[in-house]
């Protein structure tokens, strides 16, 4: 490749007599798509049985993605997209992979002793079943085959001026590129552009195809830490006629969509679910309904040809929020909106879950629902749209019947950080039930728990022969996840933190936790090996066994309720004051605790109850279960809406409540597919 560039180098400098004539008219390079296209349709398929036969790359041709850049005499250029190269690829892809479709279902239908379907059968099977062609079907359920368009948009449509500094072009007297340029070719740097002619020669391949393939760095417009800014088209049911621009934030990745406040509350000032909106440095109140006054930039778009930095929104934190004059606990951006004036970003599933309301998606946009219809949960669906691909495992289910809702992995043994206090809560408890220590004892701290303290996972200060007692150091270990308060109240009650994780692994046959539960110690830290090849072990539970051990300690000792709900709390004899680690307390009322965690190796851990009541107006609690999530945005966001479904299912699933989307009936997963169309064979 190197010698490559360098023959072209060497023929472009021996016919470049006029650079800026050269250089005027339009240019095409292409980004070669086709193997990433071949690997995201094969990754679908293959969830399928018998997927991994059938072989895309013997289906799928060459996907170029062509980016056209043009230099006017003026001293302007452009760089954009081809959409009309783009949309003939995207066709191709698609009726390559519904050729593997239909293969596919031939291969299945004798797996199960059916005849072998031809591609014809095949074709009338699937349209009779699906109402779809195989092509309009990946047109709308498919996976994304190739990269978004308006993504693309986003990182290569660029205008704006540019300058010549032989042998460079300046861009926006930002950028310098070295270029080298002759009638038909044009290189910026490593990237290589063919001419286009203002008539396209009929013989010409029509995709601009370039002797080889090169990255296409130049003219990149990125948005700001990883943020893709977008125009969300937005109505009401009450209004479904009338659509407005929500303007929304992509964090990190597509679709991880954060929404602006004063869009929203705008567009719902007409309608039953309207909400008055504060925002200033000091954070955001809201009123429920009570009506929005405008401020001035709501509804009206970003322009996505500017570069991202204007609407820069400082980092994702639980910014202060309160509702209706109660705290709570998001993770939202604060920024300026177009107008200039400050606004809130608030994650879409958090807004659906602070309000108590769905949002409906459609091709051109979302709809919300203004009645009294409460937040809706489908877990099938949102399983098959990866609910729980942001964590390594999970379950929600019904501690006073022990009925399983939902899970996912619930099975897998795997790091619980923290959560282990509340095993160490339970064996507290035990030795407090059977008399061998008094629930309001002074505990005189040990120079294990002062040193503890004084480490890198210190919570509370203390040092050696300083007097606590039993209740606070319990509020500490529950509350602010204390590591040396928990040693401490260990050592009280069985000598030693050795004699102490036994009592743990007792305890754990004792209520019928699986072998897979593991104890090193007590309070769920890391620890390392006694060997010349030292090792860091954690405490093992699978998320199954932590639902029995809620359920256990809500039954036998429900009083721990009485430390979790606490938000807030001084320790009289730690001379500490602490707040709970748990943002659901905040967000959720009905939320009665229980324990969060967090290591490297075990992600952020969550164990949450909400008490809640059945038809009959009896009580029950409904805990969920968290284990390995990427983040605590993630943790406390899926365990709301795993609670929110546990409710649903305790007062009988989702009553009545109709979700209006065609995606509660259509598959949108191979195996998914392949079921439903063979169920019609």
């Given at each position: 490749?190197?010698?490559?560039l ?30 990433e ?6 990754e679908w ?16 041709r ?5 980016i056209?850049?043009?230099l ?8 954009t ?23 596919l ?11 072998p379907l031809?591609e014809?059968?095949a ?10 062609t195989p ?7 498919g996976?994304?085959l190739?990269?978004d ?8 449509a ?6 010549l500094?032989?042998p ?6 930002e950028?310098r ?21 203002a ?33 969300l088209?937005?109505s ?6 009338s659509?407005?621009i929500?303007k929304?934030?992509?964090?990190q990745?597509?679709?991880?969509r954060?929404?602006?406040?004063r869009d ?15 925002i ?14 405008t401020v001035g930039g ?7 040809s500017?570069?991202a930095?204007l ?6 934190k639980?910014?202060?929020m309160t509702v ?6 998001y993770?939202?951006?604060?920024g ?18 602070l ?9 051109d946009g979302?709809?919300?629902r ?7 949960i489908?877990m099938?669906?949102?399983k098959?749209?990866g609910?729980?691909d942001e964590?390594?495992?999970?379950v ?9 809702f ?18 160490s809560?339970?064996v507290?408890?035990?030795?407090i039930t ?24 210190r919570v ?6 300083q ?30 933190e050795?004699a ?7 305890k754990?046959a ?11 110690n ?5 620890v ?12 093992h ?28 709390d ?26 969060t965690g ?10 949450c ?6 038809a ?7 805990v969920?279960?968290i284990?390995?999530?990427?983040d ?11 609670l ?11 009553d009545?409540i109709a979700?209006e989307?065609?995606?509660d ?9 392949i079921r439903r169309?063979l169920?019609r064979?």
């Amino acid at each position: 490749m190197i010698l490559m560039l360098t023959a072209v180098g060497v023929i472009l400098y021996l016919r470049v007599p006029k650079p800026r004539k050269l250089l005027l008219g339009s240019w095409r390079t292409q980004i070669d798509q086709t193997q990433e296209t071949i690997a995201n349709a094969q990754e679908w398929l293959n969830e399928a049985a018998l997927g991994y036969r059938i072989h895309l790359a013997d289906e799928i041709r060459s996907i170029p993605i062509c980016i056209d850049l043009t230099l006017h005499p003026n001293g302007s250029y452009e760089s954009t997209v081809n959409h009309e190269i783009y949309q003939t690829n995207e066709e191709a892809a698609n009726e390559a992979l519904s050729v593997a479709i239909l293969k596919l279902l031939s291969l299945r239908a004798e797996a199960v002793g059916k005849e072998p379907l031809t591609e014809q059968d095949a074709r009338a099977l699937f349209e009779r079943a699906m109402e779809l062609t195989p092509e309009e079907y990946l047109q709308i359920y498919g996976p994304g085959l190739l990269p978004d368009i308006e993504e693309l948009s986003a990182q290569y449509a660029r205008k704006g001026k540019f300058t010549l500094e032989d042998p460079d072009i300046v861009w926006d007297s930002e950028r310098r590129q070295h270029y080298l340029v002759n009638e038909e070719l044009l290189a910026l740097d490593d990237v290589l552009y063919r001419r286009i002619p203002a008539e396209e020669d009929p013989d010409r391949d029509k995709t601009g195809r370039l002797p080889f393939n090169l990255p296409s760095p130049v003219l990149t417009a990125k948005a700001a830490n990883h943020r893709i800014i977008e125009n969300l088209p937005a109505s009401t049911t009450a209004d479904p006629e009338s659509q407005r621009i929500v303007k929304s934030i992509h964090f990190q990745y597509q679709n991880n969509r954060y929404l602006s406040l004063r869009d929203l509350a705008n567009l719902l000032n007409d309608t039953d679910r309207r909400f008055s909106l504060s925002i200033d440095n000091n954070g955001i109140e809201i009123q429920t309904r009570a009506s929005y006054e405008t401020v001035g930039g709501e509804n009206e778009p970003f322009d996505l040809s500017e570069d991202a930095d204007l609407y820069s929104t400082g980092d994702l934190k639980a910014n202060s929020m309160t509702v209706d004059g109660r705290t709570v606990k998001y993770y939202t951006f604060l920024g300026k909106n177009t107008d200039g004036k400050q606004d809130c970003y608030l994650n879409l599933t958090d807004f659906c879950l602070l309000f108590d309301l769905n949002v409906i998606f459609e091709d051109d946009g979302i709809v919300i629902r203004t009645d009294d219809t409460p937040f809706v949960i489908d877990m099938d669906l949102m399983k098959d749209e990866g609910f729980y691909d942001e964590m390594i495992s999970a379950v929600v289910g019904d501690a006073r019947t022990g009925e399983i809702f939902a899970g996912d992995r619930e099975e897998l043994a795997v790091p619980i950080a923290s959560t282990t206090k509340l095993m160490s809560y339970a064996v507290i408890m035990d030795a407090i039930t059977n008399g061998e220590i008094g629930p309001n004892d002074t505990v005189v701290i040990s120079e294990n728990a002062a040193a503890l303290s004084q480490g890198q996972d210190r919570v509370i200060p203390m040092t050696a022969g300083q007097e606590s007692n039993v209740p606070d150091l319990m509020k500490a270990m529950l509350i602010a996840s204390s590591n040396e308060s928990v040693l401490a109240l260990a050592e009280y009650v069985a000598g030693s933190e050795e004699a102490f994780v036994r009592r743990m692994q007792e305890k754990a046959a004792a209520i019928g936790l699986s072998d897979a539960t593991v104890f090193y110690n007590c309070n769920g830290l890391p620890v390392f090996a006694d060997s010349v090849s030292t090792a860091k072990r954690q405490n093992h539970m699978s998320a199954v066994d932590m639902f029995k051990l809620a359920a256990h300690i809500l039954t036998v000792y429900p009083q721990i309720t009485e430390i979790t709900t606490i938000r807030e709390d001084s320790l009289m004899s730690l001379h500490m004051d602490i707040k709970t680690t748990n943002a659901l307390l905040y967000n959720e009322p009905d939320v009665i605790g229980l324990k969060t965690g967090t290591t490297n190796m075990a992600g952020s851990c969550l164990v949450c109850a909400m008490r809640t009541q059945d038809a009959s107006g009896e009580e029950h609690d409904v805990v969920a279960v968290i284990l390995g999530a990427e983040d605590n945005t993630v943790r406390f966001s899926s365990g709301d809406v795993l609670l929110r479904y546990g409710r649903q299912c305790v007062r009988g699933g989702i009553d009545g409540i109709a979700l209006e989307t065609q995606e509660d009936t259509i598959p949108t997963d191979a195996e998914g597919l392949i079921r439903r169309v063979l169920s019609r064979y």
